[in-house]
């Protein structure tokens, strides 16, 4: 019988997952994840199945981490997100939690893009730890992006983008994703991009803050290429602060956007 181990294609004359783990791997520990899923069941072999063991834990090798993403996420569509370059322009509550979700899900690169330091403000919602206190957001992101997924590539500008430089610092991103607080900012990153870049996909978030009211955060299609997640009116002031739930649910509306654009387009 054939089956695949770890992306291997491997010979056995074993008859059923158990048999084939204690042959491979002794008494050892490990994760199995057959034909997409993770199982602790037996069961019995049958010719082609994808297997993956991975020690528990135990750091995987690049090859055994893309395997282990093929075999969750399919190989088709795996390939079509490790070859993907996302850009996040700003690294707060949405674009730090964005950029962690796409590393998760293992994204090829990373174009990251923020001028802020970490404070303490930050810490009720974005994707930082007390040790980044007073370090660039670029660098800080970085390191949690290297600790969930080290096979990720990542391009962290410390830059503030304006008119005069957008279009240069965006020029080989074809998926852009708009994440920052300030609303004029916001306004020029989406007004600059679809003057500048029509044919690149944009995906902006606007009106996440507060609590409750979970399913009125939406993805709405605004044009051809530009998504716009969020309920639209939720704008932070006096009395309605940033949140951490309803952000992280904003977050995943864009980052699931964003996996849908790379997969499907």
Same mark, same amino acid.
């Given at each position: ?54 020690? *528990?834990? +135990?750091? $995987?090798?690049? #090859? ?13 569509? =795996? ?66 992006? *290297?600790? +969930?997924? $080290?096979?990720? #590539? ?13 279009? =240069? ?97």
């Amino acid at each position: 019988m054939v089956v695949f181990v770890n992306g291997e294609r491997t010979a056995t004359n074993k008859t059923t997952l158990k048999e084939l783990q204690i042959s491979l791997f002794a008494s050892e520990e490990v994760v199995t994840i057959l034909d997409g899923y993770q199982t602790d069941e037996d069961c019995r072999l049958k010719e082609n199945m994808e297997i993956i063991f991975m020690k *528990k834990g +135990v750091f $995987p090798s690049k #090859k055994e981490w893309e395997h282990m993403l093929y075999a969750r996420n399919s190989k088709d569509v =795996q390939k079509k997100i490790s070859k993907a370059r996302v850009a996040i322009i700003g690294l707060g509550g949405l674009g730090s939690h964005i950029a962690i979700e796409l590393a998760r899900c293992g994204i090829g690169e990373l174009h990251i893009v923020d001028y802020d330091v970490v404070e303490p403000s930050n810490l009720n919602r974005q994707a930082y730890r007390m040790s980044h206190l007073g370090i660039p957001k670029v660098e800080a992101l970085e390191q949690e992006i *290297k600790q +969930v997924n $080290p096979f990720v #590539k990542v391009t962290a500008e410390r830059k503030k983008i304006d008119e005069t430089n957008i279009e =240069q610092v965006l020029q080989r991103d074809m998926i852009i994703c708009e994440a920052v607080d300030n609303p004029k900012t916001k306004a020029m990153i989406v007004n600059e991009v679809l003057t500048i870049y029509p044919e690149k996909w944009l995906v902006a978030a606007s009106g996440m803050a507060g609590y409750g009211k979970s399913n009125e955060i939406k993805t709405k299609q605004i044009t051809g290429h530009f998504y716009l997640c969020g309920d639209g009116i939720s704008d932070a002031g006096a009395g309605n602060s940033l949140m951490a739930p309803r952000v992280g649910i904003c977050a995943g509306h864009q980052a699931n956007k964003i996996l849908e654009i790379i997969i499907e387009q």
